[in-house]
């Protein structure tokens, strides 16, 4: 089983950036497509960016523009780089396979929590 942990959330001002990092067990994180995900309180977690082991990527249409997700196949870590940070991006982040349907591949993380708030 494939264990996914993230890390590089916190408290941020709006306006301002946070980088998570994403690294997954074994070779997991270099030869599958990877997502970022995250979920609010009280709502469903959505999948807000994609990257393909070609490097393409795709994102919601929330985060365009803002986000962006990169990795480094080497190390099998993906990364999301978060700018103009909103308060309504507040949530917890994870990282996972995307699946039919958005869903995730392997098991959850423990996830980081992002919180913008001034």
């Not at 909103?86 to 098991?107: F, H, I, M, Q, S």
């Amino acid at each position: 089983q494939v264990r996914l942990v993230e890390s590089g959330g916190g408290l941020v001002q709006p306006g301002g950036s946070l980088r998570l990092s994403c690294a997954a067990s074994g070779s997991a994180g270099s030869f599958n497509t990877m997502g970022w995900y995250r979920q609010a309180p009280g709502k469903q977690r959505e999948l807000v960016a994609t990257i393909t082991t070609t490097r393409s990527t795709s994102y919601a249409d929330s985060v365009k523009g803002r986000f962006t997700i990169s990795r480094d196949s080497a190390k099998g870590t993906v990364y999301l780089q978060m700018n103009s940070l909103k308060p309504e991006d507040t949530a917890t982040y994870y990282c996972n396979a995307p699946t039919v349907g958005n869903l995730g591949r392997w098991d959850w993380g423990q996830g980081t929590q992002v919180t913008v708030s001034s």
